[in-house]
């Protein structure tokens, strides 16, 4: 069963940084992570797509994080990280990670998503 497990939320102030990470648990044998990414949900509204980096570190960001957040990825380690600096109130969210996986045995891709992490910027 692959999971993705997250960490790194919390409260910040206005400002400050915080370092998201994610893991991929589980067996992943005949499988290959393609996409991994971060999407954020804040209440009322839908959830969007925050950055995403492929297997080759070709990355997508929101215009709305660029220059302040930074998305990378260990493939070695199978973890994706979220470095986001200078947070402002708008960022506040549950932030949710994202990997499609490609199951060679059923020769489809399979999405799968974390538990969500809460983000709270305030003073």
């Known amino acids: 069963q692959v999971q993705l497990v997250e960490s790194g939320g919390g409260l910040v102030q206005p400002g400050g940084s915080l370092r998201l990470s994610c893991g991929v648990s589980g067996s992943i044998v005949s499988m290959s992570i393609n996409v991994m990414g971060w999407y954020r949900q804040a209440p009322g509204k839908e959830r969007e797509l925050v950055a995403s980096?492929?297997?080759?570190?070709?990355?997508n960001y929101a215009d709305s994080v660029k220059g302040r957040f930074t998305i990378s990825r260990d493939n070695a380690k199978n973890t994706v990280h979220q470095q986001m600096n200078s947070l402002k109130p708008k960022d506040a969210a549950v932030y949710y990670c994202?990997?499609?996986?490609?199951?060679?045995?059923?020769?489809?891709?399979?999405?799968?998503w974390g538990q969500g992490t809460q983000v709270t910027v305030s003073s």
């Open positions: 994202h990997a499609a996986i490609f199951d060679y045995g059923h020769a489809k891709f399979y999405d799968y």
């Open positions: 980096i492929t297997n080759c570190g070709s990355t």
